[in-house]
């Protein structure tokens, strides 16, 4: 069935949060091909995003796996466990030449079975089974004494580069999710109780985990020799406002049934305001924007904010602004009176302001990386 | 009290869906002032926009009749009643010289008591009393011969020059929402009934209206030269996604306490799909758009798009699309795709696109008046 491919340039799989222009390129390259169902999305947002393989030139390919991510502690650790792995793959796979696709490799009653206990036979009701990756349940209840489930979720991803008409697999990512703290019932709709995990525990089995994962992706067909990327992502427990981040990552080449050296990763997230007893000038910053933006209305607008560093320094802020509105004018001039007030806020970095009203979002503000100036909309 | 007063120029009220940069202009003025507590909003977003009156430099002023425009039949019809007529006020009130004020003439008692209906003395249960300006209570209960109410909603706004170091009214705007559909119920907590209101009529009773509205400006302290504008808002029923508009406006000046000429307004929204048998360019655009959207997810989406149109002119559309997702991923490749199909919207004019959830809004897409280019932003 040869149909034309359509090799369009330029669009992308935007990496985190992105704020940008989008410029249409017109390099089309039209060329005959021997299985062309896959194409890719058009526009070129930036060199920083990847483009995105799809079937038929217009329906998006769903991973088997589809929703995995959904059982995560927060909706917070489900976006960070997501667009981290794609930030951490654009090292080994530079979205120059790399086409992004979710991962169809492992389907979702593989990643259920993996993510399960380890036992003899399969359990068909807590998915307990002989490819689970968690310790085998130790018959114990209480939180100190149970064997933890260490493995909350696995997350695949694809990319590809252009071979010659089609595309081929030019590296997998894995992102395994770990527990910092896991919760478990004692008895089926009980009570819900917790045993926290260390770093150094969750760190060492993670490790370990990975290379039983690489080893058995490589029996997949075609895996012989594809790199894969592992990364571990620490989830973050279910009362906080932060999603979790990654930790460590390492490759496994050449076939390898195991990944190479491990690289640590130095993220934080920090939400203020908080009471954690340091302060830092980011700390003062924003109190201070937060006192002048919540004298604006008679009713107090609620100012809360996501920190990101990376080695220790600020590298972005998300910022969400709540209040009661009577009033079109009113969202109006209170957006207006944030712009003034941004000058309080730490320069450079990249920030993002979205001020919510209980009917949903009704404006945001936002700085991309190395600009001085605020982008703003409105909502009608 | 003598305070310095900075007026820092720039800043503003946005008018309609407002999309752009923020610039920081220096311009400071530091003077003396007699009475100065107000003080105006610093930065600039466009000449089209309004700087904003503030309170002793950081609290808004709200209006005594805060609120009002929340008894309006949707947020649709409330936002569209706000944002109208401050559009409205550019032409008597220019932004390079005038500021905004939320109106401070009419308290709310007063507002209520003016849309009440017309009777000897006050009742306290139907706001109906000598000042109501909607015709008296006939004594009938049926849809077609019970007296409507006409006038469902007033909103004022101040406009404001500088003067020396003080500001001071330089003008107001009076709009006034009439009904197309009278709610009603027959008795307390019983079903709602509907009295039509043909375009003639509510259009005939606003202008009647308005010469009252300005008689009893006129006699308020100050008003006596000040130009007050009047514009007439077709308020759209319940049903109707879209938000009504504004049909006519008048202008009363030199202490004049009537209106003067009419001009007709020519605006009009419509909602796409639709199905009102009337082809047009921007409704196949509009299809093909929405046709090649739901195409890209095995689940569909909801696609519809409010076009504005002046003088029978499309002017701008607004396009909510709303879908399932399961992962950032799929948001991400999703916004890309649809910036890949907004070739297939309407050129030139100012587009907005949201990307929603059911989680609340996702991304959104935007193009402003006389640019190419689409700006986007992915919410974390």
């Given amino acids: 069935m040869n149909k034309k491919i359509i090799a369009l340039l330029g669009a992308c799989l935007i990496l985190l949060s992105a704020c940008g222009n989008v410029t249409n390129t017109n390099t089309e390259t039209n060329s005959d091909s021997s299985k062309g169902t896959e194409k890719v999305t058009k526009t070129q947002l930036s060199k920083d995003y990847y483009r995105v393989v799809m079937k038929n030139d217009k329906e998006y390919q769903t991973s088997p796996s589809r929703g995995v991510s959904l059982s995560l502690n927060s909706g917070y650790n489900m976006k960070a466990f997501e667009s981290g792995l794609i930030g951490l793959s654009q090292t080994p796979f530079p979205t120059d030449n790399n086409y992004f696709r979710e991962g169809q490799l492992i389907d ?41 489930r260490y493995l909350a979720q696995i997350l695949e991803q694809n990319y590809m580069v252009k071979d010659g008409d089609n595309y081929k697999l030019s590296g997998v990512s894995i992102g ?26 969750f760190e060492a089995k993670g490790k370990e985990i990975a290379n039983e994962v690489v080893a058995r992706l490589r029996k997949k067909d075609g895996m012989g020799n594809v790199p894969i990327m592992v990364a571990l992502f620490e989830q973050s427990a279910k009362d906080t406002l932060a999603g979790g981040v990654y930790f ?81 004018s009113e969202i109006i001039s209170f957006t207006q009176f944030i712009a003034d007030k941004t000058s309080l806020l730490p320069a450079t970095i990249p920030i993002e302001i979205t001020v919510n009203s209980m009917e949903g979002i009704e404006a945001f503000l936002s700085r991309d990386a190395n600009t001085t100036e605020f982008k703003y909309h409105i909502f009608d």
């Fill in 108 to 148: 979702s009653a593989t990643a259920k079975s993996w993510i399960g206990r380890k036992a003899e036979v399969e359990d068909p009701n807590s998915s307990a089974g002989p490819n689970g990756l968690n310790p085998p349940d130790n018959g114990q209840i209480e939180p100190d004494t149970r064997a933890p």
């Fill in 176 to 201: 395994l999710a770990l527990n910092s703290v896991d919760y478990y019932q004692k008895v089926l709709y009980g009570a819900e109780f917790q045993t926290p995990i260390s770093r150094a525990d």
């Fill in 248 to 328: 460590a990552s390492a490759m496994s080449e050449n076939g390898s049934t195991t990944v190479g050296e491990w690289s640590a990763i130095n993220d934080q997230k920090i939400i203020f305001p908080n009471n954690d007893g340091k302060s830092s000038e980011e700390k003062t910053n924003f109190d201070n924007f937060k006192n002048s933006i919540q004298s604006f209305f008679p009713n107090l607008s609620g100012v809360t904010a996501e920190a990101y560093y990376q080695n220790n320094q600020l590298s972005k802020m998300a910022i969400k602004i709540t209040t009661q509105f009577y009033g079109e």
